[in-house]
């Protein structure tokens, strides 16, 4: 499967942005889709994940409340939109897919169990 990130760029504090990624090459609804932020000199972390049907999300205390994570599997397009974002936001984003097996509602939390990765996109937010 090959994803294709979309979104990013420079935001001021406080703002908003909606990131999209674009699957192909696989069946996007068998797939649980994640998003992950790696900051400069910090390890990769799990951000948002939503399940294969959509019915169940997670996310990272750093981004609850904060951010939506959301999918369209007949655009095979997953979504973060992201508000209130705080400069501590700043980093390269990541989506990734993971095979849920027969479960609708798992998601993944952990970067061990994302089988594909989508090409990481900068961030920055500005104070």
């Known amino acids: 499967v090959q994803l294709q990130a979309f979104g990013g760029g420079l935001v001021q504090a406080g703002g908003y942005l909606r990131r999209s990624c674009e699957a192909s090459g696989r069946s996007f609804s068998s797939d649980a889709m994640g998003w992950f932020r790696q900051a400069p000199g910090k390890e990769r972390e799990f951000a948002a994940a939503?399940?294969?049907?959509?019915?169940?999300?997670y996310y990272s205390d750093s981004v609850q409340g904060r951010f939506t994570i959301s999918r369209d599997n007949a655009k095979n397009t997953v979504y973060l939109q992201m508000s209130k974002l705080k400069p501590e936001d700043t980093a390269v984003y990541y989506c990734?897919?993971?095979?849920?097996?027969?479960?609708?509602?798992?998601?993944?939390?952990?970067?061990?169990?994302?089988?594909?990765w989508g090409q990481g996109t900068e961030f920055t937010v500005s104070s």
């Open positions: 990734a897919a993971a095979r849920s097996g027969s479960s609708y509602l798992w998601v993944g939390r952990r970067v061990g169990e994302y089988a594909y």
């Open positions: 939503i399940s294969r049907n959509g019915g169940s999300t």
